[in-house]
């Protein structure tokens, strides 16, 4: 019986062996992302705090451009010294030029789709504005932030008698076709509002402006209260890149839209 303990012990510890052994040979789940790419882990870490609604984006923009500006200007020196080390060097740019797209990508796609985005829209208009979305049918490559929302109308709009003067914010057609005021094109279907980016303590940031458009529909269509329209903003990435405060978006008028 004694040998038959003895037997057992040593079998139990063979075992905790090729367990111990087998535990050190699998890191976690954090340990291997970070051993497969640890720039991309250290690029993360020196990140700042995220912005509410688009966490790190502007920052990992920020880091493209200035990385691309930097690449550029060394292809530029290579390329007035020697022509083919430039060319050689044009890979490389190129694949970085790939990593990033991958990166930033795989970032919206992840950490992003669905987050809702503040708008705030101008008082008195004949609609309503829910929040908007960030989009995910575009994962790759990322281009431009594209943002969705929905406005309904909140009262009808009709074309007033022709024995009647026509309260031009709200003229659907006729001379001069001028859409209906600042929101509605000339045929009565498209709807667009003109936004402009803002930051946290709502001030309007310089120059980040967009058109919040609807896709028109090719029948005349009655619009009367509750009808509604799917909307749809780009915001190019040499503007996100400047978004690191932001807190909203703003409706502005078509002359705040179009004044530079």
């Not at 609604?53 to 010294?81: G, H, I, W």
């Not at 083919?84 to 990166?103: C, T």
């Not at 995910?136 to 009808?156: S, V």
């Not at 709200?170 to 803002?198: K, M, N």
Request: glycine share 6%; net charge negative.
């Amino acid at each position: 019986m004694k040998r038959a303990h003895n037997h057992s012990r040593f079998l139990f510890f063979l075992v905790g062996i090729a367990l111990a052994a087998s535990g050190c040979g699998q890191p976690d789940e954090a340990d291997a992302a970070n051993a497969a790419d640890p720039e991309d882990a250290e690029e993360t870490r020196s990140l700042g705090p995220p912005n509410p609604y688009l966490k790190n984006l502007p920052e990992l923009e920020q880091a493209r451009f200035d990385e691309s500006a930097q690449l550029q200007q060394e292809l530029r020196q290579m390329q007035a010294t020697d022509w083919e080390q430039a060319e050689a060097f044009r890979s490389h740019v190129a694949e970085r030029e790939r990593h990033w797209d991958e990166k930033i990508s795989a970032y919206v796609h992840t950490n992003l789709v669905g987050q809702t985005i503040p708008l705030t829209p101008i008082d008195a208009r004949p609609y309503t504005v829910d929040e908007l979305r960030t989009e995910g049918r575009r994962p790759m490559p990322f281009n431009h932030l594209i943002l969705t929302g929905t406005a309904t109308l909140t009262q009808d709009l009709t074309e007033p008698d022709s024995d009647e003067p026509a309260p031009p914010a709200f003229t659907l057609r006729g001379p001069p076709i001028i859409g209906a005021g600042d929101f509605l094109d000339h045929r009565g279907q498209t709807l667009t509002l003109f936004v402009q980016a803002a930051d946290l303590d709502g001030n309007k940031i310089p120059a980040i402006k967009a058109r919040l458009t609807s896709t028109g529909t090719a029948q005349r269509e009655e619009l009367v209260a509750g009808k509604t329209f799917e909307l749809q903003l780009s915001v190019d990435r040499s503007d996100v890149a400047r978004l690191r405060s932001f807190g909203q978006f703003v409706e502005i008028t078509r002359e705040e839209f179009d004044a530079r």
